[in-house]
């Protein structure tokens, strides 16, 4: 990918948007969370979703494979689409929707479980093999692809929740791709891991956009500069400016998101 | 990136759509299971609701029959004369109203067995209140025996073959001849509330066990509260850490979880056999429960009291207080509410306790009013077991009644407990 | 009621030193020219203080007078009897002090003993003496302790400090009555054990398979007979409580507790959750009732259509099935506790792989509550087998070692009950027996309690 920021890349312009997003509002409860954003996100790109805390972006973020219905009293309004598709009509079905859109947390959270287990779970309850074979290339695949594989490759039985913090998250990864989604959504992936770890995590991160689309939600500019292509800046559960990260770092257009950037709050 | 390839997912292929409508189909009947065990425990509580209320809310009332009577002075062995003396009132209430009661009740015919053996009681207070009725003829309402009292309320399944309806032909005879003679009524039945145990159905009541419950209750309130709150304040905010508090701590987490019949066992060994305190007294009960639910209030106290914040603390402290002053004028004062849903949970639980009093001998058959602290008793959870076990009939829904108005008085303290506890809740 | 006037007498007089103390005190304050620092501590303590002190030691020579006093006075009237006239302690010993005490309070128009009305007035001569005594002794030792602390009173005495150090090893006293709680539990159990193991063999009594005190109440065959083997007792407690009961309690709470928490609106859960909790507060003999008169019939017809002619009315199902009911909404709050201990992302995680919801509970919720369920299910199994009174009303009291759950079994509560209830004389094996089943109930709820309650908190420290 281009990581010259003189050079004004083309994303979003002439590729057909994987998700797109219009006059989305959220509520919880009788609070407003986000209040018509609207933005589009493509395929093998980074987007990263930057603001201060509570500015909505994570709220944004879990709209997108519809982890809000989870929440009690939260509701959502306007229109989300994957592939042309409403995520939120009647017809889609929600397993099926969050099969194709992953999503990593912010705590690393592998399940109780062996390490192959954490990351079979996903192909095994959607059915995606039909042998064990099968299986176990899936698994060593999304290992392989999260950079795991090596370090783990003898210890498959062993417990997921025994690992490092960078390495549960990184499962964590693993267990996401298993099922070969096409969005995965990273709900600030590296706030709870030490510098190597991230530094780890954000490598990973730009081999997998060669074949996902990515949306990142971090607080840490420096992060959003590094992996993502695509910026967006929340404040105040609106969405303030999006465009190349390269142009928000170097020339926001709006003087609410250089303040942030330059550090005058946040 | 070296990954081996993969076909993506073709979620629209008739096998992919046919397993997750299998999924779906899973997620329903296991929704639908959770939901009917929901109903099944609910219902179980409705149902168990409803056989109580059906058999119970009877017990209520009472049947009574008119009966003419008049106060012969003969038949009392009273000497009218000397009504008017000094004398006249003591010589009224030990006449013979008994022997009044049989010659008023061979004027009911057919239907002349039929009343309460307590019957000439109605008697004796109407001549002592009104003096000047001797050798006049009147109609009082007295109460019937408890199998009339039943037939009136339609208890006994008359199509049913004599002899396994339990009531005989000629006691349904009487009952016709009274319902059609008119001399029945049906009215609240303030014997049961107001009257100790008894050996018949139509006198027996739970006044007794109620007074009983109610000094049991007091005893074990001023020994369990004061204890708990002290040992939970101990635990929480002076204890040393070290064996002795651990070994505290764990006596009192095992004490709540030991059976309640242990508790008994512990009352009879020591309190009766070894301290000598008197056998059936609400004083050995009360003390018994007290040490039973001391455990429930101490971790209901230790929780309250965890929860007020370390800032309060540092805040009194601050200002020069010592901790001792810290406790008692800012702690407790803020984790009172969560004691007192502790505290009354736990003496909900006493209330509603059983097994550990029979062992102490708290099934006593009392037909008195309990006259103190060291006398003889029994309480309502007993009253029910000790009508429960007995073979007459008209017990049954003395019983029930009983358990309603044991349930009423558990639902007002539980809910009370609810309500303090989402009223007073407080988020730090 | 003496003893309530002698009370009230040393509490007033305590009140008095406290008001004494603190005159003194706020003498002293007033004296210093009211300065704060003056006088060391606040008028209140010293009278605390003072009224502490005298108090302390009148309640104690109070409360021992009142545990051990009875047993003094009957000791010095009975020794006033030659020594072959003496009744042997035991039940004989207890109801002729109790026919001379109803003697002496009147209760008692005449005795049978004819020891009795001799007893009766050295019993109340004594008695007047001792309780004058004990009264006069409390009365001393208040104002000693009194004047002591009133003596003590000075601008530079600590008397906040101490009065605090006072309240302190109150709270600790406190403390220490649960271990002597339980200290009592053990050892009234293993004392009267013991004098029933001395009768009858401990092997006997835990493996033999016939149990039937009642045959054992002729003296010479005590022990002898055989009628002691408790193991049909164990089985039915554990067939009724852990095995009846579990299978009815486990799934409806488990599957009430999971839809509880997953599943129903928060409005909806605000308001069963309440009913459940309600149904934990229904007392345990309005269970059994409840057994005895609806469901025990209903059992028994179905038993009889299944072809069992003599199907008892007393059955084990019957029992076991409302105790289970009884246990639904502590299984149901033991397993709401440890499903609510499962972090959110767990359970966030699973459902963003696109797992239903019931994948989630089945794959990841219910095995990573499961140590606190299993705790959970175990205090549960704990209670069960240690209730009494659904057991005493619908399980009967036949001693049988069968598996039918149609058929009439016994537990040790029961028996318990049974043997504790009737006609008492304390010294038998029979009455004996029941402290040695209850030391066996003891043991067994005290280790599933300490065994459930060290998983359950090991599983929770795992997820915090």
């Known amino acids: 990918m281009n990581q010259n920021p003189a050079q004004k890349p083309a994303i979003g312009h002439n590729s057909v948007p994987k998700m797109t997003a219009r006059d989305v509002n959220v509520f919880y409860g009788q609070k407003q969370a986000i209040r018509n954003v609207s933005i589009d996100v493509t395929s093998e790109h980074v987007t990263a979703f930057i603001g201060p805390s509570g500015c909505g ?54 399940f109780p479980k062996s390490i192959y287990e954490n990351v079979a779970y996903g192909p095994r309850i959607h059915g995606l093999a039909r042998a064990k074979a099968d299986m176990d290339n899936i698994v060593e695949s999304a290992l392989r692809r999260a950079g795991l594989w090596d370090e783990v490759k003898d210890r498959l039985g062993e417990s997921g929740t025994a690992m490092s913090g960078g390495q549960q998250q990184r499962l964590c990864i693993a267990r996401a791709i298993a099922v070969d989604p096409e969005v995965i959504l990273m709900d600030e992936p590296c706030s709870a891991l030490d510098p190597i770890a991230t530094a780890r995590i954000e490598e990973l991160i730009d081999e997998l956009r060669g074949r996902y689309a990515i949306v990142i939600v971090t607080h840490n500019m420096q992060q959003a500069a590094r992996v993502s292509q695509k910026t967006a800046f929340f404040h105040l559960g609106t969405l303030v400016e999006y465009d190349d990260t390269s142009a928000i770092f170097t020339n926001p257009r709006e003087t609410r998101t250089k303040d942030y950037i330059t550090g005058r709050y946040g | 990136m070296s990954a081996i390839e993969r076909r993506p997912t073709d979620w629209a292929s008739p096998a992919m759509q046919a397993r997750i409508a299998a999924r779906y189909r899973a997620e329903r009947n296991f929704r639908r299971l959770g939901a009917t065990a929901l109903v099944v425990a609910a219902g179980f509580l409705a149902f168990l609701l409803f056989t109580i209320v059906r058999d119970g809310w009877s017990g209520f009332l009472r049947t009574e029959a008119r009966l003419e009577v008049t106060f012969t002075p003969a038949t009392l062995g009273v000497d009218p004369a000397a009504v008017a003396g000094p004398d006249g009132k003591a010589m009224l209430a030990r006449a013979d109203y008994v022997a009044l009661l049989n010659e008023a009740a061979r004027g009911l015919g057919p239907a002349s067995g039929t009343l309460s053996d307590a019957a000439w009681l109605a008697l004796r207070e109407r001549l002592l209140a009104d003096p000047g009725l001797l050798g006049q003829r009147v109609s009082l309402w007295v109460p019937v025996r408890s199998t009339i009292d039943l037939l009136a309320k339609g208890k006994f399944d008359l199509e049913a073959p004599a002899d396994s309806r339990g009531v005989s032909d000629r006691e349904v005879a009487a009952w016709r001849w009274l319902e059609r003679e008119g001399r029945l009524r049906t009215g609240f039945n303030s014997a049961f509330l107001g009257n100790a145990d008894s050996t018949e159905p139509e006198l027996a009541g739970i006044g007794g066990a109620a007074l009983g419950s109610l000094f049991t209750l007091f005893i074990t309130i001023i020994i369990a509260f004061p204890l708990g709150v002290l040992s939970a304040v101990w635990l929480e905010e002076f204890a040393p850490r070290g064996r002795l508090a651990d070994v505290i701590e764990l006596s009192i987490n095992n004490l709540a979880a030991v059976p309640s019949i242990i508790f008994g066992l512990l009352g009879l060994a020591f309190f009766l056999n070894i301290a000598g305190l008197p056998r059936s007294s609400p004083l050995v009960g009360g003390i018994t429960l007290a040490l039973m639910i001391m455990p429930v209030i101490v971790i209901a106290a230790r929780v309250a009291i965890k929860a007020v914040p370390p800032s309060i603390r540092d805040a009194a402290l601050g200002i020069g207080a010592s901790p001792i002053q810290v406790v008692f004028q800012h702690v407790l004062p803020l984790a009172l509410p969560g004691i007192m849903t502790g505290t009354i949970i736990g003496i909900a639980r006493a209330l509603g306790e059983t097994a550990p009093l029979l062992l102490i001998g708290m099934r006593a058959f009392v037909t008195d009013v309990p006259q103190g602290l060291s006398a003889p008793a029994t309480v309502l959870p007993m009253q029910v077991f000790l009508w429960s076990d007995d073979v007459q009939r008209g017990f049954v829904e003395k019983t029930s009644a009983a358990i309603l108005v044991l349930l009423v008085i558990l639902i007002a303290m539980n809910s009370l407990a609810i309500y303090l506890r989402n009223r007073f809740e407080r988020r730090w | 009621m003496k003893l309530l006037i002698a009370l009230a007498l040393v509490l007033a007089l305590a009140g008095l030193a406290y008001l004494a103390g603190r005159a003194r005190a706020t003498r002293l304050t007033l004296a210093a020219g009211g300065r704060i620092g003056a006088v060391h501590s606040r008028p209140v303590y010293h009278g605390a203080y003072v009224a502490v002190l005298a108090l302390a030691p009148a309640l104690i020579v109070l409360a021992g007078w009142g545990l051990a006093g009875e047993g003094v006075i009957e000791g010095r009237v009975l020794a006033t009897l030659d020594a072959a006239s003496q009744p042997a302690p035991g039940p004989d010993r207890a109801a002729l002090m109790n026919e001379v ?92 054990s013991i004098r029933f193991f001395r009768m009858v063999s401990p092997v006997e009594f835990l493996t033999g398979l016939a149990w039937s005190p009642q045959t054992a109440l002729r003296a010479d065959q005590v022990g002898s007979t055989g009628a002691f083997g408790a193991v049909p007792l164990f089985w039915g407690t554990i067939f009724i409580g852990a095995i009846i009961a579990m299978a009815v309690a486990i799934p409806l709470g488990l599957m009430s507790a999971i839809y509880l928490t997953q599943y129903a609106a928060p409005r909806l859960r605000r308001w069963l959750k309440p009913v459940l909790e309600l149904l934990a507060g229904v007392p345990t003999v309005v269970y059994g009732f409840f057994a005895a008169l609806s469901v025990a019939p209903v059992v028994r017809q179905v038993a009889v259509a299944l072809g069992m002619a003599d199907a008892s009315a007393d059955s084990a199902l019957a029992a076991g099935l409302v105790m289970g009911v009884m246990i639904i909404p502590f299984v149901s709050s033991m397993a709401d506790d440890a499903l609510a201990a499962v972090p959110r992302a767990m359970r966030d995680g699973s459902l963003a792989m696109g797992a239903t919801m019931s994948e989630t509970v089945k794959k990841v919720m219910v095995p990573a509550a499961l140590p606190g369920i299993i705790g959970g299910v175990l205090l549960a199994v704990s209670r069960a087998i240690g209730e009494t009174m659904i057991v005493v009303m619908a399980a009967g009291l036949a001693a049988n070692l069968t598996a039918n759950p149609f058929s009439s079994v016994t537990t040790v509560t029961t028996q318990i009950v049974a043997l504790l209830t009737g006609d008492q004389e304390f010294d038998s094996a029979k009455t004996l027996s029941a402290f040695a089943l209850g030391l066996v109930l003891f043991g067994m709820t005290l280790v599933l309690n300490i065994y459930a309650l060290a998983v359950v908190k090991r599983y929770r420290e795992a997820y915090e």
Not at chain 1, 68 to 74: K, P, Q, R, Y
Not at chain 3, 112 to 121: D, E, I, S
Request: glycine share 6%; aromatic share 6%; net charge positive.
């Open chain 1, 57 to 110: 972006k994570s709220t944004f973020l879990r709209c997108l494979n519809r982890m809000n219905d989870t929440v009690d009293g939260a509701r959502v309004e306007g229109r989300i689409e994957l592939d042309a598709q409403d995520i939120y009509a009647p017809a889609m079905d929600v397993v099926q929707l969050r099969a194709r859109v992953g999503m990593v947390f912010q705590k690393p959270n592998p």
């Open chain 3, 101 to 192: 005490r109803g003697l002496v309070a009147g209760d008692l128009p005449q005795a049978f003993n004819p020891l009795a009305p001799v007893l009766a007035p050295r019993y109340a001569a004594t008695k007047t003496n001792l309780d004058l005594l004990a009264g006069a002794l409390a009365v001393a030792l208040l104002c000693l302790g009194g004047l002591w602390g009133y003596s003590r009173i000075r601008p530079d005495f600590r008397a906040r400090n101490r009065v605090e150090m006072q309240v302190r090893i109150l709270l600790l006293l406190a403390s220490v009555v649960a271990i002597l709680t339980t200290f009592g539990i053990v050892l009234s159990l293993i004392f009267e």
